[in-house]
């Protein structure tokens, strides 16, 4: 972690200004890219996005001096699977979160904690580990990172009160349906009714088994159930069909899910539909991790260059899959760059050696970005990545003296 800025309680309170942005991509697919070298954030929320000489940027207790470099909103990583803190037992991973964090991903949301040793079946176990899930994440960020967590799985014998003191207690999310035991299709639709009318929102474990325990869903079945997200549409790994794919995107107007640890042949027939319907604002993506595949701690990034230069789409609308259209499905405020979002920001520039010209050349030919510094809630938490290929050119910062 940065430490310049060693109390970020302190800090949170305080004025960012991030200057000389060379590019600064919004999050939205209206508008990918914004005419704006300037943002000002106060206490962690940005209040102006602009040119330089429109915006207030006196009494700053904080610059960074973009130098030239692309700013763009922190990646929102629409599934993962944690455990509690920072361990994961899938594949014995430690500090997952951090080395995420180090590939630009700043918010991350619980497809379920699937991962959790003796999983509670029953109906008290179930809401007790969700609970426990949600307060854990909600009181301590691992490495500042914002994990949307306790995603209960549907189980046999769970009541429709369940999901009402689930909701009650500050649940938000199902995990994947088709995990659970839950396996009857009208059992699962009636569950999801439950949730959805509670407020919480729902996606399904789409394609065959991913790990022992997870089961088979088939298009029909997912439509039937109707999921809020149709999780992981390219499978986690084994994919459908793209002929179902193709019915699964045409037979609702649900977000469809695009993950890294899934099968890429898939991810990009996914793309090309959905692109051929003139409905990119319903690709979503997450990188299904921890899972059997472990943890790519740069797979949002991969995921992002991938679909741009295989998919032939331009860089710009493909970090908007990874952030303002995530976080819009899951009724977050993060992912756009805008007044009154947090100051949730990646400060990145093309890689050094890249055939690209310029940082979206690059990753439209799939190379992956370096990373020079990651802000949350308008605090540098790391200056540069560790992770990521040396960026081209670095950000700096400096401190208010006093
Ligand atoms: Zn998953």
Request: aromatic content about 2%; some cysteine.
């Amino acid at each position: 972690m940065i430490d310049l800025f060693p109390d970020p309680s302190q800090a949170r309170r305080r004025k960012l200004v991030v200057e000389n942005i060379g590019l600064l991509l919004s999050g939205r697919l209206e508008q990918p890219i914004l005419d704006a070298d300037t943002i000002v954030a106060v206490g962690g929320t940005i209040t102006a996005v602009g040119k330089r000489a429109d915006c207030d940027v006196e009494d700053a207790d904080i610059v960074v001096d973009a130098r030239g470099t692309t700013v763009c909103p922190g990646l929102v990583d629409g599934h993962t699977h944690p455990t509690l803190g920072e361990h994961s037992p899938r594949t014995d991973n430690h500090s997952w979160i951090l080395h995420c964090l180090h590939g630009g991903t700043t918010t991350m949301i619980s497809a379920g904690e699937v991962h959790v040793a003796g999983r509670p079946t029953d109906r008290v176990g179930v809401k007790a580990l969700a609970i426990a899930a949600q307060r854990s994440f909600a009181a301590a960020r691992p490495s500042g990172v914002k994990m949307i967590a306790g995603a209960p799985l549907l189980e046999e014998g769970l009541l429709e009160e369940d999901f009402r003191e689930l909701a009650e207690a500050g649940v938000e999310l199902v995990g994947e349906v088709g995990i659970g035991s839950v396996a009857d299709v009208e059992t699962a639709r009636t569950m999801v009714g439950w949730a959805r009318a509670n407020g919480m929102r729902c996606l399904t474990h789409t394609g065959g088994p991913s790990i022992p325990g997870s089961r088979l869903m088939t298009a029909e079945e997912i439509l039937a159930i109707d999921p809020d997200v149709i999780g992981h549409i390219n499978g986690g790994h084994t994919a459908f069909a793209h002929s179902e794919i193709r019915c699964l995107c045409e037979g609702c107007s649900r977000a469809i899910e695009i993950v890294h640890n899934g099968n890429a042949f898939a991810a990009l027939y996914a793309l090309r539909t959905a692109a051929e319907m003139g409905q990119l604002e319903r690709i979503v993506l997450g990188t299904d991790a921890p899972s059997g595949a472990g943890v790519p701690a740069l797979g949002m990034l991969r995921l992002v260059a991938m679909l741009s230069s295989f998919g032939e789409l331009p860089a710009e609308q493909v970090f908007c899959f990874a952030t303002g259209n995530t976080a819009r499905v899951h009724g977050l405020a993060q992912g756009i760059v805008a007044p009154d979002r947090p100051a949730d920001l990646v400060v990145m520039d093309r890689a050094q050696g890249t055939a690209g010209r310029t940082l979206l050349d690059s990753v439209a030919l799939g190379d992956l970005p370096g990373i020079g510094m990651v802000l949350i809630d308008g605090v540098p938490v790391l200056r540069p990545s560790r992770n990521t290929p040396p960026a081209t050119t670095l950000p700096e910062a400096r401190r208010r003296p006093g």
